[in-house]
């Protein structure tokens, strides 16, 4: 039984970014397809859930469990990142020729470095760049790095060859023909390249200076070419399992050499953060073909920024005001033990707290 046209709902706002078009896509969800939150009381008793287009959904699919979408989780805080952005961006749209944007984004391994891509992609960079992306998609390609490299000297001929499989699917392929095949993408392209601490150890700290330059010389963009270099630096923690601390007792000898090496890692972490902080404090002055911005550290998120969280478009969009204090409640319980935590554990616990108001909600 469908609503009367009399008594449907006036469709939910059109969404204004990607996370919110994937939210849109949940069909079958009472929780996340109520028109502005808000389930609809037809012909007396029975109640109709609609979808962002007003369309009465389904009944049967109301008993499925629910299905998150995969970025919301995600998107607490990392605002200081995007103010960072937008300033590169404003710097960047200022200069007289068309250059690559370079963001390094760093933080230790625990703060989803892959999700904050998603999130430029899919969220911050169509907001900053003021893009429909109904009319104009961001292309998006991995960069692999060449994790058997001894020699920094063959670093630039491996990101080429690198990037030639990943663009052209022919390793051979030269960066003009590669910056050819960018230029004919009538939006953004996005090329990621993702390091970590081990890394830095391996080949020195003359690692990243060789990475710029090897965007420093990449070809002349087109006219209207827009190319984002993400360059992501993941810090490894090595901390040993909880339950292999007691190795302590049972074998000393291995549990030194672990922490050894733990204390050896968050030392050179140490010193890739000062790096970046160096080079963001020239504000890349020996690099003029390319502008370049170091984006806050990726850090832990607290309490504050998940309340945000939920109290934000896309949450409420999601879940409907109904179960917000339901969220809020819940949210204070998970801090009551830690005052901040990395997103790889936010996630997990706001994806089972979605989950969870998705049943109570459907049970209002």
């Not at 896509?25 to 609809?40: D, E, I, R, V, Y």
Request: glycine content about 4%; overall charge positive; charged content about 25%.
């Amino acid at each position: 039984m469908h609503p009367s046209p009399e008594s449907s709902p006036e469709p939910s706002p059109k969404p204004t970014n990607q996370a919110q078009q994937d939210m849109g896509k949940n069909l079958g969800q009472a929780f996340g397809q109520m028109s502005g939150g808000n389930a609809n009381n037809i012909s007396g008793s029975n109640v109709y859930f609609v979808d962002s287009n007003g369309i009465a959904l389904d009944q049967k699919g109301l008993s499925a469990m629910p299905v998150i979408p995969s970025l919301l989780p995600y998107l607490p805080d990392r605002t200081d990142q995007e103010f960072t952005l937008s300033q590169a961006i404003q710097r960047w749209h200022s200069r007289p020729q068309q250059q690559p944007l370079i963001c390094l984004i760093h933080g230790d391994e625990l703060q989803s470095h892959d999700k904050f891509l998603e999130r430029l992609r899919k969220v911050s960079l169509p907001r900053l760049l003021n893009l429909d992306l109904k009319q104009t998609a961001i292309k998006e390609h991995h960069l692999t790095w060449p994790s058997t490299l001894k020699k920094l000297e063959q670093l630039s001929a491996r990101l080429t060859k690198n990037l030639a499989d990943t663009v052209e699917n022919n390793s051979y392929a030269s960066a003009e023909e590669i910056n050819k095949t960018f230029g004919k993408h009538p939006g953004p392209v996005i090329v990621h390249l993702h390091l970590l601490t081990d890394d830095w150890r391996r080949l020195g700290p003359g690692l990243l200076h060789k990475i710029l330059e090897f965007w420093q010389q990449w070809p002349e963009l087109g006219i209207n070419q827009t190319l984002i270099v993400c360059i992501f630096i993941k810090y490894q923690l090595k901390r040993s399992a909880q339950k292999q601390k007691r190795g302590w007792l049972i074998n000393p000898f291995a549990w030194l050499k672990r922490f050894l090496k733990c204390r050896r890692c968050q030392k050179l972490n140490r010193e890739i953060t000062e790096h970046l902080e160096t080079l963001d404090a020239s504000e890349f002055k020996e690099f003029n073909h390319f502008t370049g911005t170091v984006l806050p550290k990726l850090s832990n998120v607290n309490r504050n920024h998940v309340e945000d969280w939920v109290r934000c478009p896309d949450t409420k969009t999601f879940a409907g005001e109904a179960v917000l204090e339901q969220l809020l409640s819940a949210v204070r319980q998970m801090f009551e033990q830690e005052e901040t935590m990395p997103m790889d554990q936010v996630a997990d616990q706001l994806r089972d707290l979605l989950k969870k108001a998705v049943i109570s909600g459907r049970q209002l």
